[in-house]
């Protein structure tokens, strides 16, 4: 057996995956090369094949793709333009077994069952109705951060699924931004328009992920195992997340901002 498999097994299994679940995951590939001490394509496969190992046949495993070249002006090429967030997502592209969903600017890549009819008749929105992060939140999808906790690892608390609940919710301080492009798939190209739910450029947002992440600890929505009482594995379902940001925006429109006075200060 390799080195961490049954380590990685245990611990998704503890954090609240089990067979037959539909999951997205965010990850930082740095923490299994770590805890493994394998070279950088052996932790990312034992990484893959751990999710799909506990998920089973009758799971499904979603990681983002995301290239932000189309915003750019450049052209999108669905078989072959790569993701820029991260090494790992780009080994699920390379995955004889994944298939990736049609949109320029926020794909996904999946192996699985479910992935399927989650990248069928997507809508031209990076976040609005009929996007793969609606899709995630219908089916109520569990969303594991593997090594991501801002409080220990220092660095984001990061899920794009925020910006969906933002933009279900109307906040102020993003606006529908609309990008004109080609985009290639097979042997067609053709120009296309396609939405993003951008931040304003003279007043950037930043989200505040500890505020965030604690608010979830308190709650109990969020569970979270740490990995040789270091590296965090955290899980919760789409629609608690979704429940839970809608409160805090319910309750103040900028509760997910870290520096919410730059909005009022201009406003």
Known sequence: MIVGTKLIDEVLREVGIEEGDVVLLHSDSTAIREITELKWADALNLLKDSFINVLGDSGTLIVPTFNWDFCKGKTYYHNKTPSQVGVFTNNMLNDKRCIRSFHPIYSFAGIGPESKYLFSNISKSSFGKNSVFHK??????????????????????TTTFIHYVEQ???????????????????????????????????????????????????????????IKNKYPVCQISSKDLFDELMQMLDSDPYSLLKYPSRLLNNG
Do not use: S, W
Request: charged residues 35%; proline residues 2%.
């Open 168 to 226: 279900m919710k109307g906040v102020d301080y993003r606006y529908i931004k609309y990008f004109k492009g080609k985009v290639n798939i097979g042997e067609k190209e053709y120009e296309d328009i396609f939405d993003f739910f951008v931040r304003f450029e003279d007043n950037p947002v930043e989200i505040d992920e500890k505020k965030i992440i604690n608010h979830l600890l308190n709650t109990q929505k969020l569970k979270r195992v740490l």
């Open 136 to 157: 995630l939140y219908q089916i109520n999808a569990k969303i594991i951060l593997f090594c991501l906790d801002p409080d220990i690892m220092k660095n984001d608390f």
